[in-house]
């Protein structure tokens, strides 16, 4: 089976469980006490899709929206975005409309996009609506649902969700000066240690 | 996204993100240093920066608009006994000068209410420093204003979008491009629809921008596409400042690779190496292959070449003997004939006819060096361009914690005046910060603090789209270097690299191209001759098979290459920054910052490998959350005790999976192999 690495990048504010969304997602292990990202440059996880495998890397913010300095390069080669806000904060919901403005502004073209409420555990102090946000979503054509990073719910149907709307990949045009990755591995030609 | 202060508390406070700072920021979170990354700016990179054609105009028009000067506001009264202020400059734009822009294609855009189609050609006055100093302020003002916009245009959101639920068949009718069309539908389809179609709607603030230039169309049928249409898919362009390449093996690449900060950026070989000669473009053959591929030189030419190229690899007693002559000279003394002797000096050395044969010899061996490791010419580009990778180093910087925070300055210095050492700093907004190191971009230290400068020396550059290759081949995505030597006695030689839209810092149909020189006088004058030479613009003596040139900037900036790091007017401990120099890699600057790193932290490893993405486990007893964030955190953690203890035995089982899969020795693995690696 074929893998195919899709870039997938989290947006959102501050403290609304992106980190603990991939952290569910890629280690099914929830952390009180998580500090977003120190260390990580991403995060990955293969799942299988059709006659595919998608191997997930998502990258975090790594604090970077905190103060809005997230840089254009976060965005670039992403096949997916996903945009979390916590239901129970609606100013998380209502700077969801930035993101998507921001998103259109740095993001791919052909982005897919996906809405995750998040912390749906504390249903009972909910401020955002579902339906109010699951019209939001539609409205911009994305993916949505609400989602518990802490009790696990809907996590992996996310990334199912998104796995999903992923265009199947075209021939690949063949082209000689393909761009890549630099490696430790100088040569193609020489042995292979990695 | 509330506003927020910033944390008072840091180990190092680096203003400006240019590729030099960015390296010191990474450099020195990853080992542990809390580190606030600061910028003036609304974007990353400083001169280093790429922008779409969009942000590009809205560069040029800062850099045009005049305003008057303002005075630093006094922060005296949060001065502590025994402590001095040094105030920063506050103009960082002093390092651009002759901004000229050229529009030769046509407006050509129905809905468009006609930008007047004068050749207005913009000119600023050259080292001016009370316009710098006015440009600043223009811009400060700006950026409010920018804000108050945002704001206004919030509120317009909602309106706007009823009414383009309506309006798209009109919207659609007024467009006859395909392109923007389709762009159009799809952005109606997601009602995300902003500023495109408010441009057709002549009513987004955006748009007011400059059309800097537009001469009345000139009937060509190869010019297909218009001015209108680069601003439509303005955002597909990435166009860099500076222009340069990575030498395969050289400092950046080995620093990339190093600090697996190379993650998070892809690179495309630079496929040809052209040279100007005759009038004429050539390839140059500098691999073995090419070499004997090449169809433009003779047998016997090839013999000698790779006989040339085999001998000096190494130092031989000839060498030593020309060692203090010109390697033009050396290189006359082979017999190697005209043609490779043009390649070699221009092409292979990039030297002039004044270089020592030392140098020469020098920088012939690191070319030499350099091929074949990616493909089959010394030098990668990275895709969306150079401004990418002091993004690339921030973001590891923020990875290891390190905080960001654009549109913010530091105004001044407190000075220690016991140990004339920095001991905070305080921003833009009066927040005392306090600091052990502080690393600056030298456009941001005032002239009086700088030590005795050598007049500025400055680099003159051109950007170019163009509508074909200045060599056309079999495939039409190439990426080129184009060694151009004086085009007549006196006149500077020229580096230029083309770039083709496979690059993504251009949309299909175009090509970028980047024209470099020492300045002489402004880039225009610098480097127009060489344009209208090698291109077709309306100043060309005759129209030939050449490319056309659609859009082009002219202007000149601040050679980096004379700051020092010390010796200025400054704390000990304030490290200062310079700006990309003329050469077409990056060294310099990267043993700068190197430099600067062992000066703060002489007992560190610069820039050690982060460990590999699949090895990272969230470590929730070594971590700290801070703020909003920890006290959430705290009332989760409250409830969670009241959740069945399910989940509570399976954190165990995980914790303990931790302490086995310890990242520290994930990175001695890699150091491991690192070195197997080099071996």
Known sequence: MAIRELKVCLLGDTGVGKSSIVCRFVQDHFDHNISPTIGASFLTKTVPCGNELHKFLIWDTAGQERFHSLAPMYYRGSAAAVIVYDITKLDSFQTLKKWVKELKEHGPEDIVVAIAGNKNDLGDIREVPMKEAKEFAESIAAIFIETSARNAVNVEELFQKISKQIPPLENAEVDSNESFKLTRQPAPSTRRCC | ?679
């Open chain 2, 1 to 679: 996204m509330a506003a927020e202060d910033l944390p008072s508390e840091f180990d190092v406070v680096i203003l400006g993100t240019g590729l030099a700072e960015s390296v010191v920021a990474a450099a020195c979170s990853r080992v542990g240093q809390r580190v606030l990354h600061l910028d003036r700016r609304s974007h990353y990179a400083a001169a280093w920066a790429s922008f779409t054609f969009n942000g590009l105009l809205s560069w040029i028009q800062q850099h045009h608009e005049e305003s008057l000067p303002e005075a630093a506001p006094d922060w005296s009264s949060l001065l502590q006994e025994g402590e001095e202020l040094i105030y920063l400059s506050g103009s960082d734009s002093g390092f651009i000068a002759n901004l000229q822009v050229f529009c030769y294609t046509s407006e050509e855009d129905e809905e468009e209410e006609a930008a007047p189609p004068a050749d207005t050609t913009e000119e600023e006055k050259s080292d001016n420093k009370t316009d710098e100093e006015e440009v600043e302020k223009q811009e400060e003002k700006l950026e409010e204003e920018e804000q108050e916009e945002k704001l206004e245009e919030e509120e317009k959101q909602e309106k706007l979008e009823e009414e383009q639920k309506e309006e798209p068949d009109e919207v659609r009718r007024r467009t006859s491009n395909p392109v923007a069309l389709k762009l159009i539908e799809s952005l109606n389809a997601s009602h995300l629809v902003q500023s495109q179609t408010d441009h057709t709607q002549g009513a987004e603030p955006e748009e007011d921008q400059p059309h800097p230039s537009v001469t009345p169309s000139q009937p060509e049928p190869r010019k297909k596409i218009s001015y209108a249409q680069l601003v439509k898919e303005g955002r597909r362009f990435n166009i860099d400042l500076v222009s340069k390449l990575l030498y395969s093996r050289g400092s950046l690449v080995d620093l990339l690779i190093q600090s697996n900060v190379s993650r998070y950026a892809e690179f495309k070989n630079v496929t040809r190496i052209l040279t100007y000669r005759h009038g004429n473009v050539e390839q140059v053959p500098c691999s073995r292959a090419d070499v004997f591929a090449s169809r433009q030189l003779s047998v016997v030419e090839k013999r000698k070449l790779m006989r040339f190229l085999t001998s000096c690899m190494e130092d031989t007693e000839e060498h030593q003997a020309y060692k203090e002559r010109p390697y033009l000279e050396f290189l006359r003394d082979q017999n190697l004939g005209e043609n490779l002797q043009h390649f070699l000096l221009h092409s292979i050395a990039m030297a002039t006819e004044d270089t020592p044969t030392e140098a020469g010899l020098a920088s012939t061996r690191h070319f030499l060096r350099c091929l074949g490791r990616y493909g089959n010419t010394p030098f990668l580009f990275p895709l969306y361009g150079l401004g990418e990778i002091p993004q690339c180093f921030c973001r590891m910087c923020a990875v290891f914690g390190g905080i960001y925070c654009l549109r913010h300055s530091v105004s001044c210095l407190l000075l220690d005046s016991h140990t004339n050492r920095c001991k905070a700093v305080i921003d833009s907004r009066g927040q005392r910060i306090s600091c052990s190191h502080f690393v600056v971009e030298d456009g941001f230290v005032g002239a009086d603090r700088k030590k005795v400068a050598t007049p500025t020396r400055l680099l003159s550059r051109a950007v170019l789209i163009t509508d074909s290759s200045v060599l056309l081949s079999d495939s039409d995505q190439q990426v080129s270097i184009v060694t151009v030597p004086p085009i007549e006695a006196g006149s500077p030689a020229v580096k230029m690299v083309e770039l083709c839209p496979s690059t993504m810092t251009c949309i299909p149909g175009t090509y970028l191209v980047h024209l470099t020189c020492q300045a002489s006088g402004s880039a225009h004058q610098d480097l127009s001759p060489v344009v209208t030479k090698m291109f077709n613009t309306p100043d060309s003596p005759e129209q030939g098979e050449r490319p056309s040139v659609l859009w082009c900037l002219y202007f000149n900036m601040a050679d980096g290459s004379g700051v020092e790091v010390e010796g200025h007017d400054l704390p000990s401990n304030v490290y200062v920054c310079s700006g990309p120099d003329g050469d077409l890699g990056h060294e310099r600057t990267i043993k700068q910052a190197e430099f600067i790193f062992h000066k703060i932290l002489p007992d560190e490893e610069f820039c050690p490998p982060a460990p590999n993405p699949e090895d990272i486990i969230y470590d929730g007893e070594s971590s700290t959350a801070t703020g909003e964030e920890e006290k959430q955190e705290q009332e989760e953690e409250q409830e969670e005790k009241q959740d069945e203890g399910k989940q509570e035995e399976k954190q165990e089982e995980e914790e303990q999976q931790e302490e086995e899969q310890d990242v520290e020795t994930h990175e001695e693995e890699q150091k491991e192999e690192k070195q197997e690696a080099s071996e």
